[in-house]
Protein backbone atom coordinates (compact mmCIF):
# COMPACT_ATOMS: atom_id res chain seq x y z
CA UNK A 1 0.00 0.00 0.00
CA UNK A 2 1.59 3.14 -0.74
CA UNK A 3 -1.27 5.94 -0.28
CA UNK A 4 -4.20 7.17 1.69
CA UNK A 5 -6.86 5.31 -0.50
CA UNK A 6 -4.63 1.79 -0.48
CA UNK A 7 -5.56 1.48 2.91
CA UNK A 8 -9.07 2.91 2.57
CA UNK A 9 -9.39 -0.02 0.39
CA UNK A 10 -7.55 -2.54 2.87
CA UNK A 11 -10.07 -1.29 5.43
CA UNK A 12 -13.01 -2.12 3.49
CA UNK A 13 -12.05 -5.30 2.56
CA UNK A 14 -11.01 -6.26 6.54
CA UNK A 15 -14.24 -4.52 7.53
CA UNK A 16 -16.57 -6.61 4.31
CA UNK A 17 -14.56 -9.89 5.16
CA UNK A 18 -15.95 -9.03 9.07
CA UNK A 19 -11.86 -9.14 10.29
CA UNK A 20 -11.59 -7.08 13.38
CA UNK A 21 -8.26 -5.22 12.84
CA UNK A 22 -6.46 -2.32 15.17
CA UNK A 23 -4.21 -0.85 12.54
CA UNK A 24 -3.66 -0.43 9.18
CA UNK A 25 -1.09 1.74 7.92
CA UNK A 26 1.36 2.12 4.76
CA UNK A 27 1.82 -1.14 3.25
CA UNK A 28 0.75 -2.79 7.45
CA UNK A 29 -2.21 -4.63 8.93
CA UNK A 30 -2.15 -5.44 12.71
CA UNK A 31 -5.50 -7.83 13.10
CA UNK A 32 -7.12 -8.16 16.79
CA UNK A 33 -7.26 -12.07 16.30
CA UNK A 34 -5.01 -14.60 14.19
CA UNK A 35 -6.81 -15.47 11.49
CA UNK A 36 -8.04 -19.04 9.96
CA UNK A 37 -6.75 -19.79 6.73
CA UNK A 38 -10.15 -20.07 5.32
CA UNK A 39 -10.29 -16.21 6.60
CA UNK A 40 -6.97 -15.26 5.64
CA UNK A 41 -7.54 -16.59 1.81
CA UNK A 42 -10.98 -14.70 1.85
CA UNK A 43 -9.10 -11.34 2.66
CA UNK A 44 -5.88 -12.23 0.51
CA UNK A 45 -8.41 -13.05 -2.54
CA UNK A 46 -10.81 -9.94 -2.03
CA UNK A 47 -7.27 -7.86 -1.85
CA UNK A 48 -5.97 -9.08 -5.18
CA UNK A 49 -8.99 -8.27 -7.19
CA UNK A 50 -7.42 -4.56 -6.39
CA UNK A 51 -4.18 -5.48 -7.32
CA UNK A 52 -2.87 -6.09 -3.39
CA UNK A 53 -1.22 -9.40 -1.93
CA UNK A 54 -1.18 -10.41 1.73
CA UNK A 55 2.73 -11.11 2.71
CA UNK A 56 3.23 -13.98 4.82
CA UNK A 57 7.44 -14.03 4.37
CA UNK A 58 9.29 -11.94 7.01
CA UNK A 59 11.80 -11.29 4.08
CA UNK A 60 9.57 -9.70 1.40
CA UNK A 61 7.60 -8.09 4.83
CA UNK A 62 11.13 -6.35 5.56
CA UNK A 63 11.12 -5.06 1.93
CA UNK A 64 7.75 -3.64 2.00
CA UNK A 65 8.45 -1.89 5.65
CA UNK A 66 12.08 -0.40 3.30
CA UNK A 67 9.79 0.95 0.72
CA UNK A 68 6.81 2.26 3.15
CA UNK A 69 9.37 4.17 5.19
CA UNK A 70 11.16 5.74 1.87
CA UNK A 71 7.82 6.24 0.19
CA UNK A 72 6.38 8.53 3.39
CA UNK A 73 9.64 10.78 3.78
CA UNK A 74 10.31 11.11 0.43
CA UNK A 75 6.35 11.81 -0.80
CA UNK A 76 4.26 12.23 2.70
CA UNK A 77 6.86 14.29 4.53
CA UNK A 78 6.21 18.03 5.24
CA UNK A 79 9.65 18.95 6.59
CA UNK A 80 12.80 19.75 4.00
CA UNK A 81 14.42 16.71 3.48
CA UNK A 82 17.73 16.57 5.12
CA UNK A 83 17.75 12.59 5.97
CA UNK A 84 20.43 10.01 6.42
CA UNK A 85 18.26 7.38 5.39
CA UNK A 86 20.59 4.49 6.36
CA UNK A 87 19.72 5.90 10.07
CA UNK A 88 16.33 6.10 9.30
CA UNK A 89 15.88 2.54 8.59
CA UNK A 90 17.74 1.21 11.00
CA UNK A 91 16.17 2.84 13.99
CA UNK A 92 12.44 2.22 12.49
CA UNK A 93 13.37 -1.46 11.64
CA UNK A 94 15.58 -2.13 14.71
CA UNK A 95 18.20 -3.40 12.30
CA UNK A 96 21.69 -3.35 10.60
CA UNK A 97 21.64 -1.34 7.80
CA UNK A 98 24.32 -3.46 5.86
CA UNK A 99 21.65 -6.06 6.32
CA UNK A 100 18.88 -4.15 5.27
CA UNK A 101 20.89 -3.14 2.41
CA UNK A 102 21.90 -6.95 0.95
CA UNK A 103 18.62 -8.27 1.41
CA UNK A 104 17.24 -5.28 -0.43
CA UNK A 105 19.54 -5.49 -3.50
CA UNK A 106 18.68 -9.09 -3.15
CA UNK A 107 15.32 -9.05 -3.41
CA UNK A 108 14.70 -6.24 -5.48
CA UNK A 109 17.26 -6.26 -8.02
CA UNK A 110 18.45 -2.29 -7.06
CA UNK A 111 20.08 -0.95 -4.03
CA UNK A 112 17.97 1.17 -2.03
CA UNK A 113 19.90 4.19 -2.99
CA UNK A 114 18.93 3.99 -6.21
CA UNK A 115 15.37 2.85 -5.05
CA UNK A 116 15.69 6.42 -3.00
CA UNK A 117 16.14 8.25 -6.09
CA UNK A 118 13.67 6.69 -8.05
CA UNK A 119 11.08 7.93 -5.55
CA UNK A 120 12.61 11.63 -5.04
CA UNK A 121 12.56 11.77 -9.40
CA UNK A 122 9.05 10.58 -9.03
CA UNK A 123 8.41 13.44 -6.10
CA UNK A 124 10.07 16.06 -8.47
CA UNK A 125 8.00 15.20 -11.67
CA UNK A 126 4.77 15.71 -9.41
CA UNK A 127 6.20 19.07 -7.99
CA UNK A 128 7.06 20.36 -11.20
CA UNK A 129 3.44 19.30 -12.75
CA UNK A 130 1.88 21.46 -9.92
CA UNK A 131 3.62 23.95 -10.95
CA UNK A 132 3.50 25.71 -7.29
CA UNK A 133 7.46 25.85 -6.73
CA UNK A 134 10.21 26.90 -8.47
CA UNK A 135 13.59 24.07 -8.64
CA UNK A 136 15.53 25.65 -6.39
CA UNK A 137 12.44 25.03 -4.15
CA UNK A 138 12.28 21.62 -5.19
CA UNK A 139 15.95 21.23 -5.22
CA UNK A 140 15.65 22.47 -1.31
CA UNK A 141 12.58 20.60 -0.31
CA UNK A 142 14.18 17.22 -1.01
CA UNK A 143 17.53 17.67 -0.20
CA UNK A 144 19.35 17.95 -3.30
CA UNK A 145 22.21 20.22 -2.52
CA UNK A 146 21.85 22.37 -5.69
CA UNK A 147 19.87 22.46 -8.67
CA UNK A 148 22.15 21.54 -10.65
CA UNK A 149 22.50 18.59 -8.80
CA UNK A 150 18.72 17.70 -8.92
CA UNK A 151 19.08 18.69 -13.05
CA UNK A 152 22.13 15.73 -13.09
CA UNK A 153 19.94 13.51 -10.86
CA UNK A 154 16.60 14.06 -13.12
CA UNK A 155 18.22 13.67 -16.35
CA UNK A 156 20.33 10.61 -15.47
CA UNK A 157 16.68 8.93 -14.54
CA UNK A 158 14.48 10.08 -16.91
CA UNK A 159 16.37 11.07 -19.79
CA UNK A 160 14.70 14.66 -19.80
CA UNK A 161 15.73 17.92 -18.44
CA UNK A 162 13.56 19.47 -15.35
CA UNK A 163 12.85 22.30 -17.63
CA UNK A 164 11.58 20.01 -20.87
CA UNK A 165 9.59 17.46 -18.40
CA UNK A 166 7.64 20.64 -17.34
CA UNK A 167 7.24 21.08 -20.99
CA UNK A 168 5.70 17.73 -21.80
CA UNK A 169 4.28 17.11 -18.50
CA UNK A 170 1.39 14.74 -17.29
CA UNK A 171 2.24 11.12 -19.39
CA UNK A 172 5.92 11.00 -18.17
CA UNK A 173 4.97 10.32 -14.41
CA UNK A 174 4.82 6.65 -12.79
CA UNK A 175 2.41 5.42 -10.18
CA UNK A 176 3.84 4.72 -6.85
CA UNK A 177 3.98 0.97 -6.82
CA UNK A 178 5.43 0.99 -10.42
CA UNK A 179 8.49 2.93 -9.42
Same mark, same amino acid.
Given at each position: ?? !? /?? !???? =? #?????????? $?? /? =???????? *??? &????? &???????????????? %???????????? /????????????????? +?????????? #? %??? $??????????????? #? +???????????????? %???????? @??? &?? +???? @???????? #???????? +??????? /????? &? *???
Amino acid at each position: MV !C /NR !CIHV =V #KQELENAGVS $YS /N =VGLGEVIV *DND &LSKEK &LALVASNLAKHGFEVL %DNSRQQLIEKIK /NIIIEQVHYSTEEQRYN +YSEILSKSLH #K %DYS $YISSLFSEVEGITIE #K +YIINQKIERVKELIIY %DELNLSEI @AYK &LG +YSSV @AHLSNQFK #KVTGLTPT +YFRQVGQ /NKRKS &L *DKV
